[in-house]
């Protein structure tokens, strides 16, 4: 037998529609994937709706395969043992600035490969390709906190789970101005993309969604792959009579108690539709309890209530992992609300775009530069760092006293702090 340790090709392809040519090979990176995830296997109709969304979101396979020896009756070459998926969509970065962002999903290595350099291998050369094309970021959600740092990934946005309490407790300070329907479930098909469209526009950190969103709120595609009859949506209406966002949400059952609704997508364009919906659901008779696994870390609804303990928050974590691909062209994207001038030297794992820059800001326009290396900086931070103060989610001052940021200008933490600062809490409502 020959050596079955592993040389690999890898191929890249994109994510296309049943009926297509090259669907077969698709199909067999998804159920890969899958198996990644531990999923059961799908059935085909499953991934074909999948993979009708992967289409339209214009995704692209990477996937390796072995090139050697493949172990007797062991899945056959054609079944890659390693997968990378990305796709783009915009980010927001603050005061409504977009840049488009290479989003990467759907990682997974066979047992039987790991730790063999497969990820690494597709990580650096999806993000040197990238930045080839001219991104200047990449984002993703991660499995284990432990994986990405060593890739310059750094973390930029927070989300928690709640668990509210509906009973009589739940009292708001806010008198509604607008007014909440219930709709059937299948109006989120038209009427969810263009709610979160103007969600997006105003809450840096948002970034554009995959099609797959707007199956799952309006419960026409479960994880299972199935249609969800348990969904429920409301929708609200501002003052103006035109819909301005949206809650869709389960019934959990009788048992156990406290009787709960899950929130399965909650989006709000404006401040008081987003109270409003959440009047929504405490108002649902029978249930004593929503739960909501995306909330936001700084939440309006823990200052909007009477009795702020109603909400109980737990297991807040990273959510959006961003990496800056060209800090040059990351920077110059950005609107800064406060004047000065930084000198950042940014350290890089993996030398995409390491260097010394000079962010100049004048008027919220910033001017930026690379400088000669014996530049004396204000901070030194690693390009992971960087990214995670660069959506204004993570404070500087904190990374810091973390250690994570080097100080050599005193007070020039702070004054990051002021030039990154956002016009509202950065949040990502886009789990990929
Ligand atoms: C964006 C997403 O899709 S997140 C989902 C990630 N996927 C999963 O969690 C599915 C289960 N896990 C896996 O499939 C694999 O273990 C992977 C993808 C996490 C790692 O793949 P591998 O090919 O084994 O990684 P590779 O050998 O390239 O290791 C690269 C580096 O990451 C480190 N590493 C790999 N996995 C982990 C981990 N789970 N925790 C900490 N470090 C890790 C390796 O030690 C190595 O470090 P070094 O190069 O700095 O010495």
Redo the contacts with the bound molecule.
């Keep these: 037998m020959g050596d079955l340790s592993g040389n690999y090709d890898i191929r890249r392809f994109p994510a296309v529609s049943m009926g297509s040519a090259g669907y077969a090979e698709a199909e067999t990176w998804a159920r890969a994937v899958a198996f ?2 531990h999923d059961s296997v799908r059935t085909p109709e499953h991934v074909a709706r999948s993979m009708a969304t992967y289409e339209a979101d214009g995704r692209i396979f990477t996937g390796a395969y072995q090139s050697g020896t493949v172990a007797d009756s062991s899945l056959p070459a054609e079944v890659p043992v ?1 997968t990378f ?1 990305t796709f783009r969509k915009t980010l927001n970065v603050g005061f409504g600035r977009m840049l488009e962002t290479q989003m ?8 039987s ?9 597709m ?1 650096t050369e999806d993000l040197q390709a990238a930045r080839d094309d001219g991104i200047a970021v990449a984002a ?5 906190g ?3 740092g ?1 890739f310059g990934y750094g973390v930029a946005s927070l989300e928690r789970s709640v668990k509210v309490d509906t009973t009589s407790r739940f009292t708001m300070r806010h008198q509604a101005t607008g007014s909440v329907e219930v709709a059937d479930p299948k109006v989120l098909l038209e009427v969810a993309p263009k709610v979160f469209d103007r969600v997006h526009r105003h809450t840096p950190g948002s970034l554009g969604r995959q099609q797959w969103y707007w199956q799952l709120a309006s419960g026409s595609l479960n994880r299972e792959g199935k249609e969800d009859p348990a969904i429920k949506v409301a929708l609200h209406y501002g003052p103006d009579g035109g819909i301005d966002g949206y809650v869709s949400y389960k019934f959990l059952g009788w048992e156990p108690a406290p009787v709960t609704v899950e929130v399965v997508d909650l989006v709000a364009a404006t401040d008081h539709a987003y109270l409003e919906l959440w009047q929504y659901l405490a108002a649902i008779d029978l249930v004593e309890r929503v739960s909501w696994n995306e909330a936001p870390v700084d939440d309006p609804l823990a200052w909007a209530l009477a009795d702020p303990r109603c909400i109980d928050a737990s297991d807040s974590r990273d959510m959006l992992w961003l990496r800056i691909l060209d800090v040059p062209q990351a920077l110059a994207a950005r609107h800064y609300p406060s004047e000065g001038t930084l000198i950042l030297e940014v350290g890089d794992p993996l030398g995409l775009t390491a260097g010394t820059f000079a962010l100049e800001v004048q008027g919220g326009q910033a001017a930026v530069e690379r400088v000669h290396a014996g530049a004396e900086p204000d901070l030194a931070l690693d390009v992971s760092a960087l990214s995670s103060i660069y959506l204004g989610g993570v404070c500087p001052v904190t990374l810091a006293a973390a250690g994570r940021i080097a100080e050599r200008t005193k007070g020039a933490a702070l004054k990051a702090r002021q030039m990154f600062a956002v016009e509202r809490a950065t949040h990502c409502l886009t789990h990929f």
């Design positions: 990644g995830f390693a998926g990467v999903t759907a990682v997974t290595v066979r047992t490969h790991r730790r063999r350099g497969l990820l690494r291998r990580m993703l959600t991660a499995s284990e432990s994986i990405y060593r």
